[in-house]
């Protein structure tokens, strides 16, 4: 029974559920982790449920990680032996064991977005298309989007030009992939829904082992991802899913909200348990939220209500430009942090990454220190992607995209016109590159000179490989630097730049200790790697205020949050405006920004900002509109812009509304409005920064 202790009503309900599937409505803050936590712990207590029947998906390491230990604190058991994994990490467990059925290698590797680009770009040489005009990144998004639809190469229909040309790479690059005995992100849950439809056995298998399945964050799972647990738990119906419509921000990642609006009409004896009690936020802020979340149709019906004091008034704050907006932003912290907040506690959310830049430079001037979230991440570094180039190709000697970067990396002489020879002869002989590096001296259009250079480099890789069935990654790595030369040239240079490589070297390096001194390991160390997020990479105890964007944020919390940029055209996104259900899903980011604060939040926007160099007039965010004034507090700073210019009595011309009488000029909560009487169209309320009135008396 200490199971059930501390939860409310609708937890207990759907902790104590049995059989059959269950909908778990959960809004935020309302304790979803702890839900399917102790429904695991009540599970295996209880219905004395094996923990290896167990399955638990959930989208980041960091959920699964806390998952895990809190389901070790709960139960009597090793945690391992149930199955909490993200989707790509379960799919690349399955895929291990059974990818050979499919014409793979058990030791393929996981193409990140720049190994991706590499290869397309190889195809699009190959295939004659200019890179400039036919982008590899919106060639990849294309393909993604296929992949999310469980769509194949040979079932792609072209509507456009554009997609024509998708359908004509598209086959050439599956191809490749599985040459370089490498899989996409996408290509992990579509190879597996591909295993389980081809092969019933290997399905069966899996259903019998999962005969209960946990699905976090439901309204972020593409058509794949719902296919795949829908083909898991299509033998005992025994699904939980979790999840808020409210929070569904994914579309533009294949994320599709209709798998969890559709639930009961998938599994119609489907149990359906509303958490609607937050612990996070205070009233203030849950009304906010509440008040532009609503505005949304087809949504479930559901309110968050908190036992937490009213709180603070929202604050609202106008700035004339983009960089008062920082500067007033990088003031407020510093007040804050007399007041007795650590830095930690403040998080900065923007709409896009290239607000982060104002935000940074304010911060630096006023001394505030700060680390971002989805800047560059460690893993995308030049010096960390050369030595894992080098690690995946010891690992998997097909992957030619990491032959191509390492092969003159530090530079040894092999220049692009030897690569291209060698390149030339693998395809005609159908062998890998590596194959073709050791096989250097039956290339006759490759001179001694720069044949010798080649055969070393393929004795190198060879003894490496040797290597790492008797060492651990972290001493592999090690030889790797210094077999290659790759540190004493770092060294050698001695600039600013150099010193940060060696540095991030020495980072990788003990990430790899930390991972442990066992031998033969390293395939799982690569998969570890190519499968971190970058909220993954948000170390709590860190020091500094959190900079990161709003997509970023969900799952996250702090006590003060500044909500930047609430301006329309930015915040919603101009491109969100056109597109069919783009403003709903700009609606559900606000309300997951808003809900981030705990106990204070701040909405800022500026009259004016350069964009691309471009100034820009933006009105405020229609969100802001969608909140009642009362929530707000009065700001001292107030501008007194429009009563400095305009007075009751006034005449007016507008050039659409016509001429006109000022009645009166209001300024209220950080917002001025100006009240016209025109002649023809009757009173208008004006926001006074675009009003565009000409005075003419």
């Known amino acids: 029974m200490e199971i059930l202790e501390s939860l409310n009503a609708e937890q207990k309900r759907a902790v104590i559920h049995n059989e059959g599937p269950i909908l778990i409505l959960a809004g935020a803050g309302s304790g979803k982790t702890r839900v399917l936590t102790h429904r695991i712990a009540y599970l295996i207590y209880h219905y004395n449920i094996t923990p290896a029947n167990i399955l638990a998906v959930t989208f980041t390491n960091k959920a699964a990680e806390e998952m895990k230990e809190r389901i070790e604190n709960l139960v009597a058991t090793d945690s391992d032996q149930i199955w909490i994994r993200t989707f790509h990490s379960t799919c690349v467990r399955i895929l291990r064991k059974d990818i050979n059925k499919l014409g793979y290698d058990s030791n393929f590797v996981i193409f990140d977005t720049s190994d991706q680009k590499s290869l397309l770009k190889n195809i699009l040489q190959e295939l004659d298309l200019d890179p400039k005009k036919f982008k590899p990144r919106a060639i990849l998004g294309r393909i993604s989007q296929a992949k999310n639809k469980l769509i194949d190469p040979q079932d792609y229909q072209a509507t456009d030009y554009f997609s024509q040309i998708v359908q004509e790479v598209y086959p050439y690059y599956q191809k490749r992939l599985k040459e370089n005995n490498a899989l996409d992100f996408d290509d992990l849950i579509m190879k597996t829904v591909q295993l389980f439809r081809q092969y019933p056995a290997v399905l069966s298998y899996y259903q019998n082992k999962f005969r209960y399945i946990l699905v976090d964050e439901y309204q972020d799972v593409n058509h794949a991802q719902y296919k795949l647990t829908n083909l898991l738990a299509a033998k005992y119906n025994n699904i939980c899913v979790v999840g808020d419509d409210d929070q569904s921000i994914y579309g533009f990642r294949g994320a599709d909200i209709t798998n969890i609006l559709n639930f009961e009409t998938d599994y119609p004896e489907a149990e359906v348990i509303k958490l609607e009690q937050n612990y996070r936020s205070t009233k203030n802020i849950l009304t906010a939220a509440f008040s532009v979340v609503s505005n949304n149709p087809k949504r479930k019906a559901k309110r968050l209500w908190t036992e937490n004091p009213e709180g603070e008034e929202l604050t609202l704050h106008q700035a004339r430009t983009g960089q008062g907006e920082a500067d007033y932003i990088a003031t407020e912290i510093l007040k804050l942090q007399q007041a007795g907040y650590s830095w930690q506690e403040i998080a900065i959310l923007y709409r896009t990454n290239a607000q982060s830049r104002r935000l940074e430079q304010s911060l630096i001037r006023k001394e505030v220190p700060y680390r971002m979230i989805g800047g560059l991440k460690f893993y995308d570094r030049k010096e960390i992607k050369d030595l894992l180039a080098y690690l995946r190709l010891i690992y998997n000697p097909a992957d030619d995209i990491s032959l191509q970067r390492v092969i003159n990396t530090p530079k040894r002489g092999i220049g692009k016109t030897t690569l291209n020879r060698l390149q030339k002869f693998a395809s005609q002989t159908g062998v890998s590159l590596l194959a073709a590096v050791n096989r250097v001296e039956e290339i006759d259009s490759i001179s001694s000179r720069f044949s010798n250079k080649v055969r070393k480099f393929g004795e ?151 964009v691309y160099g471009q100034t820009e007039y933006n009105s405020p965010s229609r969100f802001i509109g969608e909140i009642s004034d009362s929530l707000f507090q009065q700001e001292d700073n107030v501008s007194q812009l429009a009563t400095a210019q305009f007075g009751p009595g006034d005449k007016v011309r507008h050039d659409y509304w016509g001429q006109g009488e000022v009645l009166d000029v209001v300024v209220e909560h950080g917002r001025e409005k100006i009240v016209v009487s025109f002649v023809e169209t009757g009173v208008k309320e004006l926001a006074a920064e675009y009003a565009k009135l000409i005075k003419v008396n």
Do not use: W
Request: contains cysteine.
């Open 460 to 610: 190198l890789i060879s003894y490496l490989q040797h290597r790492q069935q008797e060492v651990s990654v972290a001493d592999l790595t090690q030889e790797i630097l210094d077999e290659t030369g790759y540190l004493a040239q770092l060294k050698l240079a001695d600039t600013e730049q150099a010193k940060n490589r060696i540095d991030n070297l020495n980072e990788l390096l003990a990430s790899m200790e930390e991972f442990g001194g066992e031998v033969g390991v390293l395939g799982e160390f690569l998969e570890e790697v190519a499968l971190v997020a970058d909220v993954d990479n948000l170390d709590a105890s860190d020091t500094g205020v959190v900079l990161l964007t709003l997509h970023s944020a969900k799952g996250l919390e702090f006590p003060i949050v500044f909500l930047t940029g609430m301006e329309e055209d930015l915040f919603p996104h101009s491109r969100s405006i056109s597109e069919e259900g783009g403003v709903a899903e700009e609606r559900r980011l606000c309300y997951v920004g808003i809900t981030r604060a705990e106990e204070k939040l701040y909405l800022t926007h500026a009259k004016r900002r350069k």
